[in-house]
């Protein structure tokens, strides 16, 4: 079987190593009974566990809550009769973002380094690691207003994919649950793949101000400072992040992802070949 070819492109398709791309449990997989907050912390709205009793005056934009009905619409190749328990109603995401205090956002497919793009973006006064960050934005899987900065990383899909599925089933099981924001989404490396696609799509495809699309080759290359400079507008250090080289390859594709891969090879190939902004 012939396989599919990735460039690198002198090394400017990166992935960073386990131990860069590798999440704390602690920040970033929470599991239920660690994402139970006490109530008097978070006024925890005890039918969802989401956080902030919902404030309509300050939704603005997203005024009605997400039902079931909205997501399967906003992810259309998602088949309809899948049942779902949803992680965040988009009018739960600006009340936490102000609760939090958040300034910024970073979302990812997973698989792109955003921890590691987490540590310097931290290190420059922004603090974006929190409760309803690890537990749905880091992997939202629609374009949402949160009134605040968002950075959109992404990183060649088949590279994403092959980093989640080696941190193990449970990251694997986790990421497909953000990425479709259903806690009983069907598990597969496809349902993975789509949900990947679909993100891409809603994210990266409209140009939008308060959205910095950044392939993750761009964090270890000199221009990405004056970008990060631009849209953020503020001065930044740390930036171009330094590479190291990575410890795994490619040669975990299996016959069966392979086919796979072959089947989503025009999807895989839009987002590898997606435009650069300077």
């Known amino acids: 079987m012939e396989f599919l070819e990735i460039s690198d492109n002198n090394n400017e398709e990166m992935q960073v190593d386990e131990e860069e791309m590798q999440v704390d449990e602690e920040e970033m997989q929470v599991d239920e009974e660690e994402m139970q907050v006490d109530e008097e912390e978070m006024q925890v709205d005890e039918e969802d566990n989401l956080g ?6 300050e939704i603005e934009n997203n005024k009605e809550p997400c039902t079931i009905i909205d997501i399967q619409n906003e992810n ?57 960050y690890a537990k749905s934005f880091c992997h939202f899987p629609t374009y949402v207003n949160m009134g605040i900065p968002i950075i959109y990383l992404y990183s060649h899909p088949i590279k994403s994919l092959l980093s989640v599925k080696r941190r ?15 806690l009983e989404t069907p598990l597969s490396d496809e349902n993975l793949l789509q949900a990947m696609i679909n993100q891409f799509n809603s994210w990266a495809t409209v140009p939008r101000k308060d959205v910095l699309v950044l392939k993750m080759r761009e964090l270890f290359d000199p221009s990405v400072l004056p ?8 001065p930044l ?3 171009p992040i330094a590479y ?23 999807d895989i190939d839009k987002i590898d070949n997606f435009p650069i902004t300077r």
């Open 237 to 239: 250090k740390g930036f």
């Open 244 to 266: 190291k080289q990575p410890k795994s390859s490619l040669n975990s594709i299996t016959p069966a992802l392979q086919k796979l891969f072959d089947k989503y090879k025009n």
């Open 76 to 132: 259309n190749k998602v088949d309809n009769t899948i049942k779902k328990k949803l992680i965040m109603p988009i009018s739960k995401i600006r009340p936490l973002i102000k609760q939090f205090k958040m300034k910024l956002c970073v979302v990812s497919y997973g698989g792109s380094a955003t921890n590691t793009l987490l540590d310097v973006l931290e290190k420059n006064g922004y603090s974006i690691r929190c409760v309803p």
């Open 52 to 57: 902030l009793i919902e404030d309509e005056d």
């Open 168 to 182: 193990g089933p449970k990251i694997w099981k986790v990421n497909q649950q953000k990425l479709t924001n259903n």
């Open 227 to 234: 970008k990060l400079t631009r849209f953020l507008k503020k």
